[in-house]
Nanobody, 124 residues
Framework: QVQLVESGGGLVQAGGSLRLSCAAS????????MAWFRQAPRKEREFVAA????????DYVDSVKGRFTISRDNAKNTVYLQMNSLKSEDTAVYHC?????????????????WGQGTQVTVSS
């Protein structure tokens, strides 16, 4: 089992920044690919970003490229999502997920463990 706890969400004005954190406990964190997904009201959960276990590979949804950066610190069992130039359409509950397979981290169905989520609200 892997337990994931997100933090860092909140209310921010458009153009502002937030950094989300996801702290992991349980099984060895460093073997898992990690990802961030988001879910807005009445919408399906959407892939945002993923990072391989070593950190040498990352992927982003097109709508956040150049604005969001995913990173991880295996010594701290934590993955981060730095979000800059936030827009109102970024408003959602952000969830982190863990997957033993990097390709699985790109889709909700491939995630082995989920966090409970943290709310991000961007006011225009």
């Amino acid at each position: 089992q892997v337990q994931l706890v997100e933090s860092g969400g909140g209310l921010v004005q458009a153009g502002g920044s937030l950094r989300l954190s996801c702290a992991a406990s349980g099984r060895t964190f460093s073997v898992y690919a990690m990802a961030w997904f988001r879910q807005a009201p009445r919408k399906e959960r959407e892939f945002v970003a993923a990072i391989s276990w070593s950190g040498d590979r990352t992927d982003y949804v097109d709508s956040v490229k150049g604005r969001f950066t995913i990173s991880r610190d295996n010594a701290k069992n934590t993955v981060y999502l730095q979000m800059n130039s936030l827009k109102s359409e970024d408003t959602a509950v952000y969830h982190c997920g863990a997957s033993l397979d990097y390709s699985g981290a790109l889709y909700p169905s491939g995630i082995d463990y989920w966090g409970q989520g943290t709310q991000v609200t961007v006011s225009s």
